[in-house]
Nanobody, 119 residues
Framework: QVQLVESGGGLVQAGGSLRLSCAAS????????MGWYRQAPGNDRELVAT????????SYRDFVKGRFAISRDNAKNTVYLEMNSLKPEDTAVYYC????????????WGQGTQVTVSS
């Protein structure tokens, strides 16, 4: 079973940038699709971006398209989310997981990393 640890969040002004990292405790090479999710207070968790095993196929929700970039380094068992032109509505706890969530070898959500964007 692989555990996921997200990091890189913080407080940033609108228009700023952050780079999130998701470190897996074991190999994620076998995982076809990894994704970043987010959950704002009072809202359901939502998928933000996905990336295929080899990194050649990426997808983004419309509300982050052109601003966020997902990448993965299978040798380091790490998935990244580069976030630019941040908006207050991007404020949320960000998580990584498989897409769909909790597909072997991942079995649970990590603790997430808080991103807060001030106006």
């Amino acid at each position: 079973q692989v555990q996921l640890v997200e990091s890189g969040g913080g407080l940033v002004q609108a228009g700023g940038s952050l780079r999130l990292s998701c470190a897996a405790s074991g190999s994620i090479y076998s995982v076809n699709v990894m994704g970043w999710y987010r959950q704002a207070p009072g809202n359901d968790r939502e998928l933000v971006a996905t990336i295929s095993r080899g990194g050649g196929t990426k997808s983004y929700r419309d509300f982050v398209k052109g601003r966020f970039a997902i990448s993965r380094d299978n040798a380091k068992n790490t998935v990244y989310l580069e976030m630019n032109s941040l908006k207050p509505e991007d404020t949320a706890v960000y998580y990584c997981n498989t897409d769909p969530p909790n597909i072997y070898p991942v079995r649970s959500w990590g603790q997430g990393t808080q991103v807060t964007v001030s106006s």
